[in-house]
DNA sequence: AATAAACGTTCTGTTCTATAGAACAATATA
DNA sequence: TATATTGTTCTATAGAACAGAACGTTTATT
């Protein structure tokens, strides 16, 4: 985590490949000063990048080339997780009509693996790659839950409590109290804590060993699911995809 | 394309990735044998990339991490085309029952923006990122088609024209009559060229002066798609789709 | 049309640093 | 218990990254 010998060098590149995603294409003299580097540098380093197909140049602009896809892409598709959940996602989203969700672990956030939009689903900014924090969804808290609670406390340290909105978990002993309801329960909820009149379900995916290995989830508008549903038709079907991938995973 | 000056830390860098990339999570001492570096030298590498989150360490070895997805991710997302398109290709899929893609050229190659399956899709092993030759696919046909002559000829020079089945094109003459049959007819047609046994129908996305985007395709087994429906049905859903999405990025 | 400003790119000497190799601790193997 | 193999720490030196100056081109200004 703390690189006791940084290559710096390495470090410039990312620099430049963070800047050029934030803040798209961009010609040197600007990537220069943004980054506070020399011209020539910057040249020496989207032209090394461009040679290994990570950056292109379009209308004297360089910019980041999908690459990044190609790589993120294969990583994923390496994932058994992966593999087994997409299908039963994206039945889950045809079944419901609402938009589905998987989401991982990783460094102490939740990434989207995938989503999946059913007939009728809300459109949210979540996409394949986006980082979260955990505690402020309901996938992550169905991956909180069961993780043990040395981690869980490690990934508080590490990332805190930040609120979304003011319904959002802001102290360790709500968020031990919604872990708890939610190992009572066996699925997660959230209701506006992400986001105002949004309601999400969550249900763990893990090993026969108690093993974590990520949630899945239904969001919905508030006007669609009525606190009925929330206790009983929707944790059915959300359990229910979550158990069949269970089973695809242990064999 | 060439790196007058390249950065020979950031090639090291990136070698290491594609190693990993290519050969999976593997162990430092390994790795260094792989691609003929020290061992502290491609330890510094690793802990950098892990530092900036690129890389992470399970079980005693390092891997890529999701965030290569992230970054893919938030690229697509940026991209107009991409975010018209999807929509459209998603209805298509679901319209036709096969499996619907988004293709863009990139570098000379073909690049898969995302794909969409249908009710009755096959299960190709294509995913979001994925390149492929361009002459290869009714997809880079649809886009080759459009395109200046000069920058097909400089794809050739560039990438040749190997050959994926029997069936494949395999000289430039035999190329460019594709090509000006699919200028005739408006869409590109794959019977059996890439994948035996697979049919393919592409339509390229233009903008209002004439400049390709990119193109969209359905994808199906021959057995479900008579000669009729190649030159009849289908190609009006598809290039109707394209149309849409021409519509919806011209304003 | 002439001039100036700004750009991307080339090039080199000096400064900084990436790296091999040796040594260490920790774990696995015999 | 001894031996091999791992990941990691550390440092001197070989080597490379980079600032800055200069170049040719393009764009903006007067």
Redesign the pocket.
């Given at each position: 985590m703390d690189a006791?010998?940084?290559?710096?060098?390495?470090?410039?590149t990312l620099a430049l490949i963070e800047q050029l995603m934030e803040g798209g294409p961009?010609?040197?003299?600007?990537?220069?000063s943004d980054i506070?580097?020399?011209?020539?540098?910057?040249?020496?380093?989207?032209?090394t990048l461009q040679k290994h197909g990570y950056v292109q140049?379009i209308d004297?602009?360089?910019q980041l080339s999908l690459k990044f896809l190609e790589v993120g892409g294969r990583i994923r598709k390496s994932m058994e997780l992966y593999q087994v959940a997409e299908p039963e996602v994206k039945s889950l989203a045809a079944e419901t009509g609402e938009l589905a969700n998987i989401l991982i672990e990783e460094q102490g956030m939740g990434v989207y693996l995938m989503r999946a939009k059913g007939a009728d689903a809300v459109d949210l900014d979540t996409y394949a790659g986006l980082r979260t924090r955990l505690h402020t969804t309901a996938l992550g808290k169905a991956i909180l839950a069961y993780l043990p609670e040395s981690r869980v406390t490690e990934i508080l340290d590490q990332h805190g409590l930040q609120q979304k909105t003011p319904k959002s978990i802001s102290t360790r002993e709500e968020l031990f109290q919604a872990l708890d309801a939610v190992r009572e329960r066996g699925y997660a909820i959230d209701d506006g804590e992400r986001l105002e009149g949004l309601r999400c379900l969550g249900a763990p995916v893990r090993t026969s060993s108690g093993e974590v290995l990520g949630a899945i989830s239904v969001s919905a508008p508030a006007s669609r699911v009525s606190d009925q549903d929330l206790h009983g038709d929707l944790p059915e079907k959300v359990l229910s995809a979550a158990n069949v991938i269970e089973l695809n995973i242990n064999y």
């Open positions: 006791k010998y940084p290559v710096r060098t390495t470090e410039k961009c010609g040197v003299t600007e990537l220069a506070d580097m020399g011209k020539s540098a910057v040249h020496n380093h989207l032209t140049q004297d602009e360089y």
